[in-house]
């Protein structure tokens, strides 16, 4: 609990320069990059490259620079993450087209003759792109939040809870449900620049990527404040079952510090049940097949008791 219980990277003033400014750095090239790129490359096929290529990046420095030991990559857990990469680019994206928040929202919006608000087209670059972030992390704040606090959306986010370690991709590692419900938003109700959406994904991928990242940062004081952070998110994880009811927002903490749900602090031992690893048919199953036993459990005759003589 605490920054000050926090270690700090250590070694000569060029490694500590680089593992300081390294995050500040990389938010404010892709904001360069994407309000002056020209329209012939500012196009969601580069965002998908930049956000691989970085990815890989950090995979790297993963390997280089592991901040827990016990953290690092074996080769089942890096196939498993990759399994669910894939995915989430595949089935999961197939069926967001047809069911997901984009549909819905379209449908409302049909159905009650509502116009968009086409006033926001007006507003500067950075601040729809600041505006499509905020609402969908918002949105997620209380999807999180309510997986939580609400059984039947816990049975799918609690496979999420059985990582016993954070990675690049342990993002994508869950139930195909939950993966599905927490990308979920609302931001298609209002009119953005396409250049706008571009912007704000390149800004999420600068900031909330370190969620699940096995490198340690000398974290600049004012993100910490503002921004999710790799150690935010362990204590998310931790094996503390209150701990774990913290820290809900993907992106920006401070949605957390507004509604007293933020821990600031570290973890290393993650998991549930002692830290015991789910395997992946049990990932695919364990929703299910946990919300039979306890409907089998509520509804299940208990014979009659007999009164001691």
Not at 192 to 198: E, G, I, Q, S, T
Not at 206 to 234: D, K
Request: aromatic share 18%.
């Amino acid at each position: 609990m605490g920054w000050e219980n926090v270690p700090r990277v250590e070694g000569g003033p060029v490694k500590q320069a680089f593992f300081t400014y390294f995050q500040p750095a990389v938010l404010f090239a892709i904001i360069l990059f994407w309000c002056y790129a020209p329209n012939s490359i500012a196009k969601a096929s580069v965002a998908i490259g930049i956000g691989i290529a970085f990815k890989v990046l950090l995979l790297f420095l993963e390997w280089l620079f592991p901040r827990h030991d016990s953290w690092k990559l074996t080769w089942k857990e890096l196939t498993t993450d990759l399994f669910y990469v894939g995915l989430g680019y595949t089935a999961i994206r197939i069926v967001d087209d047809y069911i997901g928040s984009g549909v819905m929202v379209e449908s409302i919006q049909h159905f009650f003759h509502w116009d968009k608000f086409d006033w926001f087209l007006g507003l500067p670059i950075l601040v729809q792109a600041f505006l499509i972030s905020f609402i969908f992390d918002f949105g997620q704040y209380w999807m999180h939040r309510g997986m939580h606090n609400w059984y039947p959306l816990w049975l799918p986010h609690s496979v999420h809870h059985y990582i016993t370690q954070l990675n690049i991709n342990k993002g994508a590692v869950g139930n195909p449900v939950e993966i599905f419900l927490i990308g979920l938003g609302i931001g298609g109700f209002f009119d953005f620049l396409p250049r706008a959406a571009l912007l704000a994904g390149g800004i999420g991928m600068a900031i909330s990527t370190y969620q699940h990242i096995n490198v340690r940062f000398n974290t600049p004081a004012w993100w910490r404040f503002l921004f999710n952070t790799t150690e935010h998110h362990s204590v998310h994880h931790s094996l503390d079952f209150e701990a774990s009811r913290s820290n809900y927002s993907g992106t920006y903490i401070f949605i957390d510090r507004m509604f007293g749900t933020c821990v600031d602090g570290e973890a290393e031992v993650l998991g549930m049940e002692g830290g015991r690893r789910m395997g992946l048919r049990e990932q695919m199953t364990f929703p299910f097949t946990d919300a039979w036993k306890t409907i089998k459990g509520k509804f299940a005759r208990h014979p009659d008791t007999v009164p001691a003589e």
